[in-house]
């Protein structure tokens, strides 16, 4: 026979354990941002986002690592899905960009900064949107 203390020890596992599932499951499973709809954190240019990467990475990824950032450049690189601005800031888009995109045009961009690439000194943007 089954105590009382056991069952409710059991009945209180079983609780604890469901809540971490759901908790677990909550964390993992969280709605996508939309980038495109948030407000950007900060608004630059790649020549000073970039400096400030080479001055100091680690402060800078403090500061801008996964937030919302507008960037106005110079296109100098264009592809099916990603664009350079100043040859200093990579935007990769999420589908296939407007084939109207010309190198050595302005153009700003709104992305999520996902870090800098030391090898290539160039900020990284992702789910990037074009704002004019």
């Excluded at 079983?14 to 969280?30: D, N, R």
């Excluded at 970039?50 to 996964?66: C, I, R």
């Excluded at 040859?87 to 999520?112: A, H, W």
């Amino acid at each position: 026979m089954v105590s009382s203390k056991n069952k409710h020890n059991c009945f209180f596992l079983l609780v604890l354990l469901t809540l971490c599932v759901f908790i677990g499951y909550q964390y993992i499973y969280q709605d996508h941002r939309d980038i495109e709809t948030e407000k950007a954190v900060y608004i630059t240019t790649p020549q000073t986002i970039s400096d400030k990467f080479k001055l100091d990475a680690l402060t800078s990824e403090k500061k801008y690592l996964n937030e919302t950032i507008e960037v106005l450049g110079m296109i100098t690189e264009v592809n099916e899905n990603n664009i350079t601005l100043n040859d200093m800031v990579f935007c990769q888009f999420n589908g296939i960009i407007n084939q109207l995109i010309k190198l050595n045009t302005s153009v700003k961009i709104k992305g999520r900064c996902i870090g800098y690439d030391d090898l290539l000194e160039q900020v990284k943007l992702d789910q990037c949107y074009i704002i004019n």
